[in-house]
């Protein structure tokens, strides 16, 4: 069963506008949900975690459990901000849950 | 230091053949995650390893796969009867704890199968 949805293969934004990109997640408990980000012909790493409540390069996510969402979003999209983002869920701490990724360009 | 390093970065296999890669994870971390990541998906959880046991491995397609990390450290995941359908880009995680905790991603070792 897909536990992790990610509806956008392919987003493009132009600099300095807003982004969203959108996270819908299968599960009745209480997950941990994570962004993490890949730049090109970097490695994977992470970006932020709902429990940390943090701003990561502007970027932010809110938990919603009734729509059992976790939408990234940043008011003001940078060109650095070009990169494949993927969502993931835990539930158990030890198996983590990928969506298939979405793939974000900011246009100049 | 240096972070999670893999190896091989490429693996080229003939059908049939047995496959054998690295994982050298972040010294100190406890956990160490295998994915597997297919063209065009996100990373699929193969099997977790908490020190030198194996705790779950639910995510291992067949019995054609094998892990270990003997030792606690350096872990090996090994594809005997490699198959077209085993190409994919492997990789591997480690955190120093286990929930919640931020893992650590190696560059993946890109396997093709012809």
């Known amino acids: 069963a897909q536990r992790v949805t990610q509806p956008e293969k392919l987003l493009s934004v132009f600099k300095g506008a807003p982004v969203e990109l959108k996270c819908n997640y299968s599960y009745s408990g209480s997950p941990e949900l994570f962004w993490y980000v890949q730049y090109s012909r970097q490695r994977l790493q992470l970006l932020l975690r709902?429990?940390s409540r943090e701003s990561i390069k502007g970027f932010t996510a809110d938990l919603n459990k009734g729509e059992t969402s976790f939408h990234l979003k940043k008011p003001f999209a940078q060109e650095e901000d070009s990169a494949m983002y993927y969502c993931a869920l835990s539930f158990t701490g030890n198996q983590f849950y990928f969506g298939t990724g979405t793939s974000l360009t900011v246009i100049p | 230091g240096a972070g999670v390093s893999q190896s091989p970065r490429y693996k080229v296999a003939k059908r049939g053949q047995d496959v054998a890669l690295r994982c050298d994870p972040i010294s100190g971390h406890v956990s160490l995650f295998w994915y597997q990541q297919a063209l065009g998906q996100g990373p699929e959880f193969l099997t977790y390893f908490q020190n030198e046991a194996q705790l779950d491995k639910s995510g291992l397609p067949s019995d054609r796969f094998f892990a270990e990390r003997p030792e606690g450290s350096v872990s090996t995941l090994k594809i005997q009867r490699t198959q077209q359908e085993d190409s994919a880009v492997y990789l591997c995680?480690?955190?120093?704890?286990?929930?919640?905790?931020?893992?650590?991603f190696g560059p993946g070792t890109r396997l093709t199968v012809l």
């Open positions: 995680a480690s955190s120093l704890a286990s929930w919640g905790n931020e893992q650590f």
């Open positions: 709902h429990i």
